[in-house]
């Protein structure tokens, strides 16, 4: 099996999922790039790495095979046009770039240049969403879905942060919109809408409001959608709440995906992203014809090595496989045609551009 030849580039939070599940894929790690020296200083002890502050000196190290992404996503367009154009494969962290034109620009990029690239939407790879694609056939002709994020990010909604990571200073940007590119609708709500289109293919038209606090902050919610599909309605919610004993695990997260069917019914439980090992989920199909439910309780597994265990299966055959290139630019468009819907008070037609 050939050892994939890799390169992180951002360390911040998010990228100690991406190097555990590179390590683990069994991918050496040449390369960790960050402009914050200090912060890319333990991956690189711990890989034995090279450091540089810049991303281009690692593109030009002709044997690296895949660029690793995990930088906030205002600067994923410009890193990843220039790993197409030097021909690595990419896996990037979501959201795949800050509007949807820019998205489409990177994935109509790699399409053309016939290089490999994955937004890194792993929830895909959580064990109860993985068995439940595989049982959805079984449902015959999907009538409604209804899949939501409710995540507890404290009491937001009746006060208004005076600092920290939720405070919007007159004039500038919060850092939840620095480091995230925004609320809860892109923070957690990409996820679910990557799972709209992992199931269901992408809606043809939508309806949906975006709630941003009416008191100078630069970040949403609340996003909700009524969105059409090939396969019915989808039902949409992603919402940050101060409830700190709802959901599946009574964490304060509460995170499902119900798909109902003409011959029965998937609902899928799953825990906070977070702390993977520790988060079980669990899928309970109903099977109409038998009359009998089963459950399938499974142990919290990452669903970050996962996700990175088949990327680099795939990288390795030189293949894209069953996650398309198009995935990031999917969410991308959905998310801007969500906002778009809002704004104008109205249901839209979704204008895919490929």
């Known amino acids: 099996m050939k050892t994939l030849t890799t390169a992180v580039i951002g360390c911040g939070n998010i990228s100690k999922f991406h190097f555990s599940g590179m390590d683990k ?24 790495s090279r450091y540089t502050a810049d991303f281009h000196e690692v593109l030009a190290d002709p044997e690296v095979d895949v660029i690793n992404i995990a ?12 790993a197409i154009g030097a021909g690595k494969a990419i896996i990037c962290e979501k959201t795949l770039a800050e509007n949807a034109a820019d998205a489409h620009k990177i994935a109509k990029a790699s399409e053309e240049a016939g290089t490999i690239l994955f937004t890194s939407y792993m929830k895909r790879f959580i064990p109860a969403v993985a068995k439940a694609k595989e049982l959805c056939p079984s449902l015959g002709r999907i009538l409604t879905t ?44 990409s996820h679910i809408l990557d799972l709209v289109g992992f199931f269901l293919g992408r809606p043809s038209r939508l309806y949906g409001r975006v709630h941003v606090p009416p008191d100078g902050r630069d ?19 992603a919402m940050a709440h101060p409830l700190k004993k709802v959901g599946y695990l009574r964490d304060g997260w509460d995170e499902r995906v119900e798909i109902s069917g003409v011959n029965g019914r998937l609902e899928i439980y799953s825990g906070a992203w977070d702390s993977p090992e520790s988060k079980p989920s669990l899928l309970v199909h109903y099977d109409n014809t038998s009359g009998h439910a089963t459950e399938y309780r499974f ?3 990452s669903p970050f090595d996962r996700a990175m265990a088949f990327f680099c299966e795939q990288i390795r055959a030189g293949e894209q496989g069953p996650q398309s290139r198009w995935t990031g630019y999917e969410v991308d468009e959905l998310i801007g045609h969500l906002a778009q819907s809002s704004d104008q008070r109205q249901a839209v037609d979704v204008a895919w551009k490929s």
């Open 219 to 237: 970040y949403d919610l609340l996003a909700v959608a009524l969105m059409e599909t090939d396969h019915g309605v989808v039902h949409y919610e």
């Open 299 to 301: 142990e919290g597994i």
């Open 71 to 82: 930088t906030p996503s205002f600067l994923h367009e410009e890193v990843c046009l220039a």
């Open 25 to 48: 894929a069994g991918a050496c790690i040449k390369w960790v790039c960050d402009v914050n020296e200090a912060a890319a200083a333990p991956w690189m002890e711990r890989h034995s």
């Open 146 to 189: 209804h899949i939501r994020t409710h995540q507890c990010w404290g009491d937001l909604w009746s006060k208004t942060p005076e600092s920290g990571f939720f405070h919007t200073p007159p004039g500038e940007a919060s850092k939840i919109r620095k480091n995230y590119g925004g609320g809860i609708l892109v923070c957690g709500g």
